[in-house]
């Protein structure tokens, strides 16, 4: 009875995590599919797009890299607070000097949701398992 119960866990976890990963997979690629067939914005449209205060990651044209709050958008650039120790610091980025900027959080948010589900399931595996060896016979 325990194997059969485990095998049926197996599978609801295999099935499971499976349908996570290719509907991530489907709406990203819807994404990108759509991103290339119309144009694509410059990088100060996309930066003008981005809400106010969001978490960004700016990747510059010296292979720098930082993440922080947007800030103010100028014809210019922008600026990006960025959290060092027990203050804030503003700092301006010229379009010129950004090879890209992204919004931070829907990804992580997958990424975190996936982990979670995986070690609920794990969590479940587990105990299926120490509650079929309990219950068997030697």
Do not use: C, Y
């Amino acid at each position: 009875m325990s194997r059969d119960v485990l095998s049926v866990l197996l599978a609801s976890i295999l099935w499971f995590l499976s349908g996570l990963s290719a509907k991530a997979e489907t709406v990203g690629t819807a994404a990108a599919s759509q991103a290339n067939a119309s144009q694509q914005p410059t990088l100060k449209e996309q930066v003008i797009q981005m809400p106010a205060g969001s978490q960004v990651e700016v990747r510059l044209l010296n292979k720098e890299r930082f993440r922080g709050r947007l800030g103010e958008i100028s014809d210019e650039g922008f600026t990006v607070q960025i959290a060092q120790e027990n203050r804030i610091e503003s700092r301006k980025v010229a379009f010129g000097d950004v090879k890209s900027v992204k919004v931070m959080g829907n990804n992580e948010k997958k990424r975190g949701i996936l982990i979670g589900v995986a070690a609920a399931f794990g969590i479940l595996l587990v105990l299926a398992l120490t509650i079929g060896h309990l219950g068997r016979e030697d």
